[in-house]
């Protein structure tokens, strides 16, 4: 069985980052803050919620019936108040909320007024398109200020976001407007990426073909001449926003109305809309960026990830601006138009935190320490990590040439549908390479067998969460049964995170990988489901199977397996053909770097595909219990 093994504990190094970029960790040590938690886990809750604005207190902190919580029950808020109105109420009114930079040089600075003008006139203009309290607006924009503006606009009215990454193609977007009922989408002509414009347009309008509920489709023009647009349901962004009113008071939502929806892949079956709600989602939020990235009143924060992520959700914007912090964001790609220009931009703006993932710093590795060594690092005070094992080489690389031997690393273990951190090490704390860390205090994390008992240090398990948390998701959009899977009740409840993970003696928790058919890629999770029903899609594919293999710089990249239909032959022709169609299907990102034709996959008797099987046999591994194995 996957979970019955051990893993050696070798010795590792420790690190200790320097003092200097500890100062301002809020948890004066791990054992302390962690067992003051534990002591009274509401009144933990309660203290952090309180920094923030509510419009109505809770009655009560946490009512928890297996598995559905509700957080802050009956309090009222609305989750721009604390991003935008408390900061322009006070000091910060004039800070800037977003530095952006575009290639070639471009750049815009939004203030906290001016964001928040612009959010309340955008918010307007949703409303004159008839969105309102509990809508789905669907946001397929590339990373560019009025991709923040349109979230915030939604959360302002209480219309729920559900943002595609402006990466996936037409299949995966119209996928996801459906499963939402999204009445409007708002999207651009075109993102810019390594010096080339994508159009984005025209995979909006073939996504469309079958999305009844849309209504309108706000169009966000930057070239010339301008994109024609369908004067019945199209529109210009900045036409709408100009017509609307200046000024609109935030929505009044209940803490455990949705704030948004983020579909993420699944193993089996359409991609699952991870429901988000207001109150705890921003508790999590707001504690996660001041306590575990640290972020305070001077700094310049830089978190890597496209806003169309949960990453770009939480530690992007929601985050940042609930803190009160100056974000940096851009459309850049760190290897144009040479892979120095991340370097750059930290020392140009004076980056005091920088949140990128492990594929970045695999690449980076790879180009060599010349391009940072170029730049002054030294505005740096905390580097993290998010998406994948950060494997020791990169820590130590990281360690050494971007932080200089005195930045702390934070590897952070959570995902989508966790809302926020939930393993780390915190700043400050004695750090291990290839260890993400310890549950942070307000989350209770457990490494268990099949059956949810704990193992022992050494004895490879499944990561299991056994306390509800605040950012916790609290449903699966329409699908309440794919939401009571993620929760297992054993001797006692826990939720499962299909993640391996081993502990070592001092409880750090390293994390071995998905025990699932995830795939992660740079960081990005793949369903095998949906690239082998891309792949099917294909009139010439009969069956197909992928799986992850592993790769020095992505992590994984995806291998499929191919059996053909009658009358027709493997060629190269034909497997650029399927790769193409996935891309066009999918999106670039889930495009099979190898592709096998085969006559047969190993299958279970009851016609499941075990690619289990096929893993092993590609990575010259036993296959493990083959008993179930079809002839
Ligand atoms: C999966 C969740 C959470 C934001 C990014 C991905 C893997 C995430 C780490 C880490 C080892 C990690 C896990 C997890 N993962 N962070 N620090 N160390 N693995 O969110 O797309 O929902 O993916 O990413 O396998 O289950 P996501």
């Known amino acids: 069985m996957a979970e019955d093994f051990d893993v050696p504990l070798d010795e590792t190094t420790i690190y200790h980052a320097d003092a200097s970029c500890c100062a301002e960790a809020m948890f004066h040590d791990y054992t302390t803050a962690y067992s003051e938690f534990l002591r009274d886990p509401d009144g933990f809750w309660n203290n952090i919620a309180s920094d923030l604005q509510w419009f109505a207190p809770w009655d009560t902190v946490l009512d928890w019936k297996f598995p559905f919580a509700r957080w802050f029950v009956n309090a009222k808020l609305n989750i721009t108040h604390n991003c935008l109105d408390r900061h322009v109420s006070n000091h910060r009114r004039n800070k800037v909320a977003v530095y952006w930079r575009g290639e070639g040089g471009r750049e815009r600075i939004l203030t906290y007024d001016h964001l928040y003008n612009d ?10 398109l008839g969105v309102s309290r509990g809508d789905r607006v669907c946001i397929y924009m590339p990373t560019v200020p009025e991709q923040v503006v349109a979230m915030l606009a939604c959360a302002r009215i209480g219309a729920i976001h559900s943002l595609v990454f402006a990466g996936y193609g037409a299949a995966a977007l119209n996928q996801r407007i459906t499963g939402a009922q999204a009445k409007v989408v708002i999207t651009a002509d075109a993102s810019v990426r390594r010096g080339k414009s994508i159009p984005l347009k025209p995979i909006v309008e073939e996504a469309l073909i079958h999305a009844p509920t849309v209504e309108h489709v706000i169009v966000l023009r930057t070239q010339s001449p301008p994109v024609s647009l369908l004067p019945e349901t199209e529109i210009d962004y900045y036409e709408l926003m100009d017509a609307s009113p200046k000024g609109c008071p935030p929505e009044e939502m209940d803490a455990e109305d949705p704030l948004f929806i983020l579909y993420t892949s699944g193993t089996t079956g359409a991609p699952k809309g991870i429901v988000h709600t207001c109150g705890g989602y921003m508790v999590g939020a707001y504690y996660t960026c001041k306590y575990i990235l640290n972020i305070t009143d001077n700094d310049v924060y830089w978190c890597t990830a496209d806003p169309g992520w949960i990453t770009g959700h939480t530690y992007g914007i929601y985050g ?11 459309e850049i790609t760190p290897d144009y138009p040479d892979p120095g220009i991340w370097w750059k931009l930290i020392e140009e703006y004076g980056i005091n935190i920088f949140y990128t993932a492990p594929t970045a710093i695999r690449m980076f590795m790879k180009v060599g320490e010349e391009w940072p060594d170029k730049y002054d690092l030294s505005s740096l005070r905390i580097l993290a990590s998010v998406g994948e094992p950060l494997n020791p080489e990169a820590f130590v690389w990281f360690y050494e040439h971007i932080g200089k031997n005195r930045c702390p690393i934070v590897d952070t273990w959570w995902q989508t549908e966790t809302g926020m951190h939930m393993v780390t090490t915190l700043v400050g704390e004695p750090m291990k390479p ?22 022992p240090p050494g004895q490879g398990g499944f990561l299991a969460i056994r306390e509800p948390w605040p950012a916790m998701m609290r449903t699966i959009y329409n699908d309440e049964e794919r939401y009571r899977k993620y929760w297992k009740n054993g001797e006692k409840p826990y939720y499962t995170t299909s993640d391996l993970a081993v502990r070592d003696h001092d409880g750090y928790i390293m994390i071995l990988g998905r025990s699932d058919d995830l795939i992660i890629v740079s960081g990005h999770n793949i369903g095998s489901a949906e690239v082998e029903s891309a792949l099917v899609s294909h009139h010439a594919v009969a069956e197909a199977a992928a799986i992850g293999k592993p790769d020095p710089l992505k992590g994984n990249i995806v291998k499929v397996f191919v059996i053909l239909r009658e009358g027709f032959e493997p060629s190269d022709k034909l497997t650029h053909d399927l790769k193409y169609h996935v891309r066009q299907t999918l999106g670039p990102i889930s495009v099979p770097a190898e592709l096998d034709y085969v006559t047969a996959l190993p299958k279970t008797r009851s016609g499941k595909i075990m690619r289990r099987v096929l893993r092993a046999q590609e990575l010259g591994m036993d296959p493990g219990d083959i008993s179930t194995l079809e002839e």
């Open 119 to 128: 959010v309340m006139q955008f918010a307007n203009g949703l409303k004159s």
């Open 320 to 330: 940042p601006l609930l803190v009160g912090a100056t974000i940096f964001m851009t």
């Open 434 to 455: 290839g260890y993400a860390g310890k549950a942070i205090p307000g989350v209770v994390a457990d490494v268990v067998d099949r059956e949810g008992r704990p193992v």
